[in-house]
């Protein structure tokens, strides 16, 4: 199984300010790699996947980069909305796994 | 608009049975893949079950391989996950969500406790 390891657990951003997120998979993924967003008591929201890719909808704010076992989501100016939970996932191999989560929270 | 909307959650005792069911609308649904993931309290999401649009492919997370089954009615476009021999620690919000790698879309959830 591919283990997931998010850093930092929590992260306190002031708005406005840029947020980065990493995910770290113990072998290559490839490129495929998804970020999730969820608030406390709604479903995940697909934000980022193939790394890079923003789904539909969501605001160029957000930006995904990385390869093989190393990724980043990007938030390059945090709003008052993206205060959350953020989950990445891989999808090269299975099971699916998924990262233990960063809390985004108000600095 | 795609729409997943969950059901059967509930209270239900250690070793016993429940049937969650999963209606999808806004999409061919036969031509996805279909999953479950779940978010027990205060933890991650972890990704449960998937199976392909025929249904001809199925995968299973450890931890719940050959206590849970996941089947497809594509008349229906309809979901389902049969979970027996239920413990503690599958108490959780069980999601379904659309396709098996990446998970485009999902529903609200629906709530399985398994306690005594």
């Known amino acids: 199984e591919i283990v997931m390891t998010q850093s930092p657990a929590t992260l306190s951003v002031s708005p406005g300010e840029r947020a980065t997120l990493s995910c770290r998979t113990s072998?290559?993924?490839?490129?495929?790699l998804a970020w999730y967003q969820q608030k406390p008591g709604q479903a995940p929201r697909l934000l980022i996947h193939d790394t890079s890719t923003r789904a539909t909808g969501i605001p160029a704010r957000f930006s995904g980069s990385g390869a093989g076992t190393e990724f980043t989501l990007t938030i390059s100016s945090l709003q008052s909305e993206d205060f959350a939970v953020y989950y990445c996932q891989q999808y090269n191999d299975w099971p699916r796994t998924f990262g233990q989560g960063t809390k985004v929270e108000i600095k | 608009e795609v729409q997943l909307v969950e059901s059967g959650g509930g209270l239900v005792r250690p070793g016993g049975s429940l049937r969650l069911s999963c209606a999808a609308s806004g999409f061919i649904f036969n031509s996805y893949s279909m999953s479950w993931v779940r978010r027990a309290p205060g933890k991650g999401l972890e990704w449960v079950s998937y199976?392909?649009?025929?249904?001809?492919?199925?995968y299973y997370a450890d931890s719940v391989k050959g206590r849970f089954t996941i089947s497809r009615d594509n008349a229906r476009s309809s979901l389902y996950l049969q979970m027996n021999s239920l413990r503690a620690e599958d108490t959780a919000v069980y999601y379904c969500?659309?396709?098996?790698?990446?998970?485009?879309?999902w529903g609200q959830g629906t709530l399985v406790t398994v306690s005594s």
């Open positions: 199976i392909s649009g025929s249904g001809n492919a199925i």
């Open positions: 969500a659309n396709r098996g790698y990446y998970f485009d879309y």
């Open positions: 072998q290559s993924v490839s490129s495929n």
